[in-house]
């Protein structure tokens, strides 16, 4: 039977290599991993997501951007679609009745409360969207159980720690280690870091990516939040988790168990290997990834992320252990800095250093009040007040000027 697909950020990365990959699904011979697509949305690359609605011919399609619904509805006039505006549109997309596999690949906590909406109503969610993950992980997790949802990682690393995880069982586990390619400043001179131009940023050495997760993968942000990701998708501790760099970019992640047992997902560096199991998923289906040819690798090397160069990994093992909110201000400090980069208002290095004073700040804050931000077992009010006073104090810091 052809699963009924809604596909949440259609317009970007992960969207678009989505989209191809269920092309390839479809027209390969076989009844199986056939996927007919319900719903899909954009924001503002309304143009983008016309031509996308003209091709797959979906019942719904949510912009959420408000401001782009009149333009979008221009470009598809005549054509037999349902358009809903705004976060409530995208929302709704995610719980349709009509769906039963949802793709969250919007950027940011944008797409916390369609996940949630999803999770509800008990759909397979294949993930990309890590940041609700980030900060609402513990909710999303216990809803997910309690509906039935099911939550497939699209996250090359989750994907691969998700794969060697079959190998045997949890409480076998002895740890998780999470591969990164170092990003494009591993060997550069640590002086010049804080420095580096936009172009500079965004020129990934392995992996081409919407332009948030590109700039988390210069600073590292983007590990520490997978490192999160991690401890809420395999229920681990931080104490169980390491990184490791890897240039080479062919492990995508690994298991070891207790008596020593290393299992070890290989694959060309190519996300759209990791969409289709999470589409597909238990089934394995030819799809478009290259194929690795192992006599062409010659080394495969790891060596450990060196903290002075990248000080933002160590912030993602220290929120894991805070728990309650800090992940949700560590998150949300990193997207309002990020946006300030992009934008050209703030040096590359203010980033990491941005996100270090919300943590300290939050700290000060949450005693002020009496409460310990660790024990918390954080509601999604509270998570998302965090979220918005994080953002708020990136304002505040830029206003008074305290930056290096
Ligand atoms: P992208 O910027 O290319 O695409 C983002 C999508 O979200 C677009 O469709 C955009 O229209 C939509 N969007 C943007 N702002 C929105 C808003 N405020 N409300 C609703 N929708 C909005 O990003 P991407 O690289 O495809 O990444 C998507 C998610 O997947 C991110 O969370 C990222 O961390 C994760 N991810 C991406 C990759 C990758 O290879 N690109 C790999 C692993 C994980
Ligand atoms: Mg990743």
Redesign the pocket.
């Known amino acids: 039977m052809r699963k009924r697909i809604a596909i949440l ?7 678009t290599t989505a989209l191809r990959v269920i092309d390839g699904l479809n027209s390969s011979p076989g009844k199986e991993g056939k996927f007919e697509v319900i719903a899909l ?5 309304v143009k983008l997501l016309a031509e996308q609605v003209r091709r797959y011919r979906p019942n719904y399609v949510a912009v ?2 408000v401001d782009c619904v009149e333009e979008f509805r221009r470009l598809i006039e005549g054509l037999d679609v349902k358009v809903l505006a705004g ?1 409530e549109g ?1 929302t709704e997309i995610a719980g349709l009745e009509e769906v039963d596999t949802v793709l969250a ?4 906590v ?2 916390l409360s369609a996940v949630l909406a999803a999770v509800r109503k008990g759909k397979r969610i294949a993930i ?4 609700p993950l980030v900060i609402a992980g513990q909710l999303i997790t216990a809803e997910a159980k309690k509906y039935g949802a099911e939550l497939l990682p ?3 690393e989750h994907s691969a720690i998700f794969q060697a995880m079959q190998a045997g069982r949890h409480e076998e586990v002895a740890k998780i280690v999470l591969t990164t390619s170092g990003g494009p400043f591993r060997k550069a001179n640590p002086a010049g870091i804080p420095d580096a131009s936009i172009e500079q940023v965004l020129a990934h050495p392995v ?1 081409r ?5 590109t700039v ?1 993968s210069a600073t590292m942000m983007n590990k520490a939040l997978e490192i999160i990701e991690a401890r809420w998708l395999f229920d681990v501790p931080a104490e169980k988790i390491e990184v490791m760099v890897h240039p080479e970019s062919i492990v995508h992640s690994m298991v070891e168990f207790v008596d020593g047992s290393v299992i070890a997902q290989m694959g060309s560096p190519d ?1 759209s290997l990791p969409i289709q199991y999470a589409l597909t998923y238990p089934l394995r289906l030819p799809g478009p990834a290259k194929k690795l040819q192992l006599d062409r690798l010659k080394t495969l090397t790891f060596e450990k992320p060196n903290p002075q160069v990248f000080p933002a990994i160590e912030m993602g093992f220290e929120v894991v252990q805070k728990g309650g909110t800090a992940a949700a201000v560590f998150n949300a400090a990193n997207e309002a800095a990020v946006g300030q980069f992009l934008a050209g208002k703030i040096k590359f290095g203010n980033i990491v250093e941005l996100v270090r004073r919300c943590l300290d700040n939050h700290i000060i804050e949450m005693n002020g009040h009496g409460q310990n931000a660790r024990d918390t077992n954080a509601s999604l009010e509270e998570l998302l007040e965090a979220d918005a006073w994080a953002k708020k104090e990136v304002t505040e810091c830029l206003k008074n000027h305290q930056l290096r």
Request: glycine letters at 18%; aromatic letters at 2%; a negative charge.
């Open positions: 950020g259609s317009t970007g990365s992960i969207g949305s954009g924001h503002s690359n959420s951007d976060a995208l690949a919007v950027v940011g944008a797409g990309a969207n890590k940041e699209v996250d090359s992996w990516m919407g332009p948030k997760i988390d996300m």
